[in-house]
């Protein structure tokens, strides 16, 4: 079985910056994408930034140039530097990952729990 674990959140002021990251556990599988999405109150859950396992990297613009998506070194770890943080920005934070267990043909998307980012005075 996988469970992707978060950490990181909190309360921070605006222009703020604050990190997440996210891994992988269990055995037996591999990662392809991973990456993390939010979910504003009264809102749906939307893309922040993804990254695949070739290393290109996808994110919504209204984080570009303020976001960054990395992989750690180990292939089922990823982080997200949020700079210049933004009121906006406050959601529940999940980690996503498509895994493919072994054995099986196909990958399935995995989520983290979410970790609370509020930006506020």
């Known amino acids: 079985q996988v469970q992707l674990v978060e950490s990181g959140g909190g309360l921070v002021q605006p222009g703020g910056s604050l990190g997440l990251s996210c891994a992988a556990s269990?055995?037996?599988?591999?990662?392809?994408?991973m990456g993390w999405y939010r979910q504003a109150p009264g809102k749906e859950r939307e893309l922040v930034a993804r990254l695949t396992r070739g290393r290109d990297t996808n994110y919504a613009d209204s984080v570009k140039g303020r976001f960054t998506i990395a992989r750690g070194n180990a292939t089922n770890t990823v982080f997200l530097q949020m700079n210049s943080l933004k009121p906006e920005d406050t959601a529940v934070y999940f980690c996503?990952?498509?895994?493919?267990?072994?054995?099986?043909?196909?990958?399935?998307?995995?989520w983290g729990e979410g970790t609370l980012v509020t930006v506020s005075s």
């Open positions: 269990g055995s037996g599988f591999t990662v392809y994408h």
């Open positions: 996503n990952g498509y895994i493919r267990l072994l054995g099986e043909v196909a990958g399935t998307n995995y």
